[in-house]
């Protein structure tokens, strides 16, 4: 069974950068496509960006769009989210999550689609 790890969160200041991985085990990454949520106190989970399996389609909520990246390495059974211009709005819960899915495809408004769930990391920005 997938298995799946997140790590690099912590607090920030507005206007830092970081970054996320979210590591594999168990299976080959390769087989998922993978998508980053997020979910902040009082909120409903949000898709901020999803990556197809060999990256042929990438998709990004709007509010992130142009500092976020999202990327994977499937050699490392690995996928990152690196996020620059961080904004206090940005502060939640950040999921990463793996889906079954042919090649080229990844979406990003249905997670209960999702097969395989990380614990979360916590980005707190804040000055």
Known sequence: QLQLVESGGGLVQPGGSLRLSCAASGFSLAYYAI????QAPG????????????QSSIKYTESVKGRFTVSRDNARDTA??????????????????ADAVPKGLCQ??????????GQGAQVTVSS
Not at 81 to 87: A, F, G, I, P, T
Not at 108 to 117: F, G, K, V
Request: proline residues 5%; glycine residues 4%.
């Open 108 to 117: 990003l408004w249905a997670p209960r689609e999702y097969d395989s769930w």
């Open 80 to 97: 990152y989210l690196q996020m620059n211009s961080l904004e206090p709005e940005d502060t939640a819960v950040y999921y990463c999550a």
């Open 43 to 54: 909120k409903e989970r949000e898709g901020v960006a999803c990556i197809s399996r060999y």
């Open 35 to 38: 998508g980053w949520f997020r």
